[in-house]
């Protein structure tokens, strides 16, 4: 995301990033800036007056010129799909022709050619079999089927519940954390017990408790009881809010809210980036940007240790889902293994980006993938971790992966897109982005992903982003979807 600072009330401070990224300072910011430098000045209260109506007109030109920026890209990429698909007809027209001169050409020299130059030609056909094989068709179909909408600004992370609720967990920029029922898309329950950006959010595997982590520079475990018919979210009535509308559009909605954790976990000196249960759920591991990690004990709420050696602030942290291991991303271009296996815990280092980590994953047989702002996602195996298995290049950024249980990558950018990737670097899809294609996709940078082991009305991958919204997204093989057709 190459975030340089999330700030405790939530806005994002970015170094140079694409045309498509949307400015991050409002007007009110701007105006409270200069306000201090102009108390020593007789400016009269109409003045002030005028200058906040002027940056309220600057803040509309901007946002004028950001929807025409929109547009074209839209159009460019509309244009650049022709192109893709041209080239795929013409290099599958091409490249039977050229697969069977190559093969003549090397029945013809195989006596006079020596065996270096065998090997060329075979190794060129192989490498021309690859390029063509890119251009295949999409292995995976994918549509919208849900929208969650409510959040008053950008939405960090989404997590999907690991009791086999069918709900998701939001973390916003708007200080709030919200959880969702997946089937109908309501909103069950705000938790507003932060006094910063909330930046990640995760489910506890057994309970119902969910952990977030805040630019406030703490993490809060709250109990997360929904009801699915009124709005109780907590089983303490006295620390309910009252009802609040989700929706501002939707005066019908009204939701239950909650402000009081079950849990604090402090010690950091900076923001929380994010946080996520240990395996067996007795332990939680915090990243911050103070440059170190943290393992609390959950039933003391202490401390048990600090984990150092990052030389810049750390991204993200995610843990195994079976064993006592856990990675941090870092923007000092590296990833760390922890291990915690044993009484002392150990590190490896990875190291391969060339620019800052947003964000390691672990995945099926073993491995680790791994995302950057250097455009680049690697597949790591943990039982060798001096080169990456796989690498997988693209044009945008990297933000929060995730992978399925069946080994796909869904690999959110800065530039709207989320694309699809095997584990061997194979792409399977691409999200749909704008109206103008089958569905709807995000429309501002997309900030995380997270897939649903058991699919809900259809639901198995779930996306947020700055837009303020969170799609649910039906992501099947072709072959299903031809089964269903015939069913």
């Known amino acids: 995301m190459s975030v ?31 306000r201090g430098d102009f108390e020593n000045e007789n400016i009269t209260p109409a003045f002030k007056i005028r200058l906040h109506s002027l940056f309220r007109q600057i803040e509309k030109e901007f946002e004028l010129l950001y929807q025409e920026n929109q547009t074209l890209q839209e159009k460019i990429d509309i244009l650049n799909e022709k192109i893709e698909s041209q080239t795929f007809d013409k290099q599958n027209y091409d490249s039977v022709d050229f697969d069977n001169n190559v093969s003549k050409a090397l029945a013809k020299k195989v006596s006079s050619s020596s065996s270096q130059k065998l090997k060329t030609a075979y190794k060129l056909k192989a490498q021309t079999s690859k390029i063509v094989s890119s251009f295949k068709a999409p292995h995976l179909t994918c549509n919208v089927v849900k929208e969650y909408a409510g959040h ?23 200080h709030s954390a919200c959880i969702w029922s997946i089937d ?45 018919d009124l709005p109780k979210g907590h089983s303490s009535e006295e620390e309910l809010e009252g009802s609040e509308e989700c929706d501002e559009s939707k005066s019908d909605t009204k939701i239950a809210t909650l402000r009081t954790p079950v849990c604090e976990l402090v010690g950091h000196s ?7 249960w240990l395996a067996g759920a007795d332990y939680v591991i915090t990243a911050s940007w103070d440059r170190t990690g943290m393992l609390h004990d959950i039933e003391s709420h202490t401390t048990i240790t600090t984990l150092t050696g990052h030389d810049l602030e750390i991204t993200h942290a995610a843990t195994h889902p079976s064993q006592k291991l856990a990675v941090t991303s870092s923007r000092d271009t590296t990833f760390r293994l922890w291990d915690f296996r044993e009484t002392v815990q150990s590190v490896s280092v990875f190291q391969g980006h060339s620019e800052s980590v947003t964000s390691a994953v672990f995945a099926k047989e073993d491995k680790v993938v791994s995302g950057s702002d250097d455009r680049t996602v690697k597949v790591w195996d943990l039982r060798n971790m001096r080169s990456p298995l796989a690498t997988i290049r693209t044009d945008s950024a990297i933000n929060r992966l995730s992978v399925s ?30 109206s103008r294609q089958a569905g709807h996709g995000h429309n501002r940078m997309v900030a995380c992903t997270a897939w649903a082991d058991e699919p809900s009305n259809n639901i ?28």
């Open 4 to 34: 340089s600072q999330i700030t405790s009330s939530g806005k994002v401070l970015k170094s140079k990033r694409n045309s498509m990224t949307r400015p991050q300072s409002t007007v009110d910011d701007i105006y409270s800036n200069l």
């Open 152 to 174: 008053k600004d950008g939405v960090w992370e989404v997590s999907v519940s690991r009791t086999g609720q069918p709900i998701i967990g939001t973390a916003s920029a708007d």
């Open 184 to 228: 109908n898309a309501r909103c069950l329950l705000q938790y507003n017990g932060h006094n910063g950006s909330v930046n990640s959010v995760r489910f506890h595997p057994q309970k119902d408790l969910v952990l977030t982590a805040s630019g406030d520079s703490t993490a809060h475990i709250w109990q997360a009881v929904v009801s699915w």
């Open 270 to 276: 900076g923001p929380i980036s994010s946080a996520d």
């Open 405 to 434: 249980s069946t080994g796909v990558i869904a690999i959110p950018h800065d530039n709207r897109q989320v694309r699809l990737f095997d584990l061997t670097g194979q792409r399977l899809a691409r999200l749909p982005r704008s």
């Open 460 to 487: 198995n991958l779930f996306t947020c982003g700055f837009d303020r919204k969170v799609l649910g997204w039906s992501v099947q093989s072709v072959k299903d979807k031809e089964k269903e057709k015939d069913i």
